[in-house]
T-cell receptor
Framework: GENVEQHPSTLSVQEGDSAVIKCTYS??????FPWYKQELGKGPQLIID?????GEKKDQRIAVTLNKTAKHFSLHITETQPEDSAVYFC??????????FGTGTRLTIIP | EPEVTQTPSHQVTQMGQEVILRCVPI?????FYWYRQILGQKVEFLVS????????KSEIFDDQFSVERPDGSNFTLKIRSTKLEDSAMYFC????????????FGSGTRLTVV
């Protein structure tokens, strides 16, 4: 089955700086890669996603890049703000099957 | 924006008791899922449900677990005889035509087994 690795497990950045979180996946048939933000006591919230036929996608301060050959994808947050502090999970999936989550990154924005 | 609704938000139960966690998926979605998250760990897949039957389940989803869609709107997870290690957040999710179409999570039920 699919295996998703995520790094780093914790990340602290100064407010205004950029944050990058990286994930690798094992199943070359995976074709959809969402990123979720989870705040304390809440469910995962989709923040951005990318499909395997696209190399990069951007939504305001958030961007995701995908390298299918290397089987890795990354989340980039620019101009970080205190409200970006949360746990971020990457995930991978193929077709209508289950989501396989990474182990999560606790991002802390230092004011 | 459409939501996946889960009830209750928190459930405390005695070990050995049965619990039923309830979910109302987004109305036009066809695929339904349960995931769980033990405190401080990643979200793990339990089961997926499509066309009124289980389409996939993980090794966590043993004979103590069952799912049901009793009517056109609810989707339930039953744990027959709870164990201490069942304590976790349980998330329901639903998706439309194919998983990448509006895959949405509910806010979860925190299950505490004492």
């Amino acid at each position: 089955g699919e295996n998703v690795e995520q790094h780093p497990s914790t990340l602290s950045v100064q407010e205004g700086d950029s944050a990058v979180i990286k994930c690798t996946y094992s199943d070359s048939a995976s074709n959809y890669f969402p990123w979720y933000k989870q705040e304390l006591g809440k469910g995962p919230q989709l923040i951005i996603d990318i499909r395997s036929n696209v190399g990069e996608k951007k939504d305001q301060r958030i961007a995701v890049t995908l390298n299918k050959t290397a089987k890795h994808f990354s989340l980039h947050i620019t101009e970080t703000q205190p409200e970006d502090s949360a746990v971020y999970f990457c995930a991978a999936i193929r077709r209508n099957e289950k989501l396989t989550f990474g182990t999560g990154t606790r991002l802390t924005i230092i004011p | 924006e459409p939501e996946v609704t889960q009830t209750p938000s928190h459930q405390v139960t005695q070990m050995g008791q049965e619990v039923i966690l309830r979910c109302v998926p987004i109305s036009n979605h066809l695929y339904f899922y349960w995931y769980r998250q033990i405190l401080g760990q990643k979200v793990e897949f339990l089961v997926s449900f499509y066309n009124n039957e289980i389409s996939e389940k993980s090794e966590i989803f043993d004979d103590q677990f069952s799912v049901e869609r009793p009517d056109g709107s609810n989707f339930t997870l039953k744990i027959r005889s709870t164990k201490l290690e069942d304590s976790a957040m349980y998330f329901c999710a639903s998706s439309g035509q194919g998983v990448s179409y509006g895959y949405t999570f509910g806010s979860g039920t925190r299950l505490t087994v004492v």
